[in-house]
């Protein structure tokens, strides 16, 4: 079997990966770095076409994050034979996110914040759409090759990362035996407030591919889900008292649903009072109210929640309404999390920074130099510290609290370990990390199990596993 990365480099990057087993050619997710703009932002999908024999029969999308899903129109309109697998919520979230990406990449065009060309419209991805398919969970679907010589298959199991996400075992007969390689997508192994941890599979494995996001994050582990919980909720209650906003940066799809169903919790438990407005904002809207059409056919800790029985005010669009919403305390639950320029919650938060009844709480994983992880920086040095949120507007003093709480999405890395104990696969890929994670992630992987062999692919190199 051959395996090469298409998108990846030494930062998180585009997750897609190509399998060459048994003459049946797979692809593991279609995603697009959310940093690069074109096909800078694309994965290089010429590594395939440079093998002659290499075919593209199936394409694998683990979840609806664009860092997983953002290419697959380019995919599909660069093979399109290939069948594409994924499950039905992320079908239905893919529907609204590639439109809104066609849409975003013309809108940058038009405002002449980009000169790159799009590279798909909203035409194009209708298209396409008509092509997925949807499997459920842990039901076994065919993955053989036009000129396969034995049957391929694949089965889904659960993620627990966001709606949708899912983990694929892959089995296939090589040699005459038969060999099980498991890629984990974006994993979550701990309950969320909406979403129940994986349910991965319990069998010994040949080739696990495994994400590495958190594996250089030593602090991840030490905190509790329920510790940080009350301290998220009592810091609320403080500025909101203080008659403060809070603004929670916050992803559309996962962390902005969750971060809802926990707003809800605190009102019940009165630990912040349940007339205090709750803003939200465009997708998340579209992605809430999907989440809750599934809420009987996908895995839930409480199929009764719904994310949109929980009263929230559409976020004022003029900037004298928004002003007049942030005299009064309130909560903003906005993406981008990583406060990219541009965005939303950059937007409002170039508002309240400077103002220090005001909060910016962050809740998801924040890149490095990401303006999220500028202003935290420049807050923990002290108040008043000046820093950079959007480059047309300058430097600014950073007069709000600021703080940064444990939610991630991702298992934090002694989980991760865990997942290679259960699995006890003969070798691990590890994708889907920055350097320094992923160095992590086989140091201590060697060091526990000594018999594994850890690869740390570079982009393009081609593998025999
Ligand atoms: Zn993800
Ligand atoms: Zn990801």
């Not at 899912?166 to 309950?191: A, H, P, Q, S």
């Not at 495994?210 to 991840?220: C, F, I, Q, R």
């Not at 890395?413 to 350097?435: N, S, T």
Request: glycine share 8%.
């Amino acid at each position: 079997m051959q395996f090469t990365t298409l998108g990846e480099t030494e930062e998180i990057g585009a997750s897609c990966h190509y399998l060459h087993l048994d003459n049946a050619g797979i692809i593991l997710d279609a995603g697009a770095d959310p940093e690069k703009e074109g096909m800078d932002s694309m994965p290089d999908l010429e590594l395939i076409a440079d093998h002659p024999d290499w075919p593209v029969d199936h394409v694998i999308i683990s979840h609806a994050h664009h860092d997983h899903l953002g290419a697959l129109p380019l995919v599909t309109r660069t093979f399109p034979h290939a069948h594409i697998h994924m499950s039905s919520a992320t079908r239905q979230l893919a529907d609204i996110l590639l439109p809104a990406s066609a849409r975003l990449q013309r809108r940058k065009l038009r405002e002449g914040s980009t000169t790159v060309e799009p590279i798909f419209d909203e035409d194009e991805v209708e298209a396409s759409s008509y092509v997925y398919q949807a499997h459920p969970l842990e039901d076994e679907f065919d993955l053989t090759g036009f000129k396969s010589d034995f049957d391929v298959s694949g089965e889904f199991f659960d993620a627990g990362h966001v709606l949708g996400s899912l983990g694929v075992m892959i089995r296939w007969e090589e040699e005459g035996r038969l060999r099980k390689l498991f890629y984990t997508g974006d994993t979550g192994l701990n309950n969320q407030t909406i979403i129940p941890g994986a349910e991965y599979p319990d069998e010994k494995v040949d080739i696990l591919l495994l994400e590495s996001t958190l594996g250089a994050d030593p602090t991840a582990e030490t905190f509790t889900r329920r510790s940080e919980e009350k301290r998220l909720g009592e810091e609320m209650a403080k500025v909101l008292k203080r008659g403060g906003t809070v603004l929670m940066p916050v992803f559309a799809l996962g962390r902005g649903q969750e971060m809802i169903a926990l707003i809800d919790r605190y009102k019940r438990r009165g630990i912040i009072h349940e007339d205090i407005p709750v803003y939200t904002a465009g997708m998340m809207r579209a992605i809430a109210d999907l989440y809750d059409k599934t809420r009987h056919s996908t895995p839930r800790l409480n199929e009764d929640f719904q994310v949109y029985g929980v009263p929230q005010s559409r976020l004022p669009r003029s900037r004298q309404a928004l002003m007049e919403a942030l005299k009064k305390p309130g909560i903003m639950a906005v993406g981008s999390g990583m406060m990219f320029e541009r965005t939303i919650s950059n937007k409002i938060a170039q508002q309240l920074v400077e103002n220090p009844k005001n909060a910016v709480f962050l809740v998801g994983f924040a890149r490095e130099d990401s303006p999220g992880d500028r202003i935290l920086k420049a807050r923990a040095e002290g108040r008043g510290t000046e820093a950079v949120l959007s480059s047309a507007r300058g430097a600014q003093p950073i007069r709000c609290d600021v703080d940064r709480f444990r939610f991630s999405g991702h298992s934090h890395r002694r989980d991760l370990l865990k997942l290679v104990e259960r699995l006890d696969p003969e070798k691990i890929v590890l994708v889907h990390g920055e350097a320094k994670a992923k160095a992590w992630m086989a140091d201590n992987i060697r060091f526990f199990h000594p018999d594994i062999e850890v690869i740390v692919p570079t982009e393009g190199q081609v593998l025999d596993l």
